[in-house]
């Protein structure tokens, strides 16, 4: 009965957490109360019966209060509820560069290095990680967006130009595809950098070519092709480029690209009579 009574299973209740006994605890004293010796209920719970005689003399000396469970104690947190809002403020939407830094994206140490500017609290990498994490924080890949980008422009080419380029293609036959120029640097950064979980940053930056030396071009359908120049990538490695593609495909070719200089011309590189 009082097995059922207590709704224990049969396991060590020592094993329990705080909680879990907290309320064997109120439970017990209880069942005492009631008319249940201590070392029965001792024996249902698997605890020692001077674990159960230990609480009833709580009882009697500070009530319920005294059987409730006791915050964990452990170092104290050495930056305040508010300094951790202020810091995620800090962090989240904002580029580090704004904050003298030389980088773009957030690492540990850089933001180590803001705790310990802006709050004199030395925290060690693996702490700053572990505060990062209980922040909401994550460590994503950022999508970069040129700063030049019209976002109304491009939505009205997806809605209006691109439907039309579309039926002409599918009209004659011809094979789609989305051409553009790639710039090859060794400083190129591919690291990650702290945000939410699940809102993946942008890191905007000038969308300008440094270095170009490769064109490449994808189809709707997932085909790639691309060719790696020395130097630059100018009128007539576009136009050999585009040649090529009219080589592989098996029917007329629509090459859409950008408002990048080389393709700024369509009379120049004779881009018709490619098509």
């Not at 202020?86 to 980088?103: C, H, K, N, T, W």
């Not at 060719?227 to 100018?234: F, L, Q, Y």
């Not at 495909?249 to 009579?273: C, E, F, I, K, W």
């Amino acid at each position: 009965m009082i097995w059922h009574d207590l709704g224990v299973r049969d396991n060590d209740g020592r094993k329990l957490d705080h909680q879990t006994l907290e309320v064997l605890r109120m439970r017990a004293v209880e069942q005492v109360r009631a008319g249940v010796h201590p070392e029965e209920i001792a024996e249902a719970l698997g605890l020692h019966r001077k674990t159960v005689y230990g609480w009833l003399a709580k009882f009697r000396e500070g009530g319920k209060d005294s059987l409730k469970a006791k915050p964990v104690p452990g170092r104290p947190p050495k930056l305040s509820g508010q300094q951790i809002a202020l810091l995620y403020a800090l962090i989240v939407g904002r580029d580090p560069r704004q904050m003298s830094f030389e980088f773009a994206l957030w690492t540990r140490e850089m933001v180590r290095q803001v705790i310990r500017r802006e709050f004199s609290v030395a925290l060690s990498v693996v702490s700053v990680g572990r505060l990062l994490r209980t922040m909401g924080l994550s460590p994503q890949r950022p999508l970069h967006r040129a700063y030049q980008q019209n976002p109304e422009a491009v939505q009205r080419w997806k809605d209006e130009e691109f439907p039309a380029i579309r039926a002409a293609a599918k009209a004659e036959g011809a094979t789609i595809y989305f051409a553009d120029e790639a710039g090859i640097r060794s400083d190129y950064h591919s690291g990650t950098t702290w945000a939410p979980v699940g809102k993946t940053p942008v890191v905007r930056n000038t969308g300008a070519r440094y270095s170009v030396n490769m064109i490449s071009a994808i189809s709707v359908q997932g085909a790639l092709r691309f060719t790696v120049r020395e130097g630059t990538v100018n009128a007539g490695v576009f136009i050999d480029f585009c040649k090529r593609l009219l080589h592989d495909s098996d029917g007329p070719v629509y090459v859409v690209v950008d408002r990048a200089p080389l393709a700024s011309r369509q009379d120049h590189y004779q881009v018709r009579g490619l098509h």
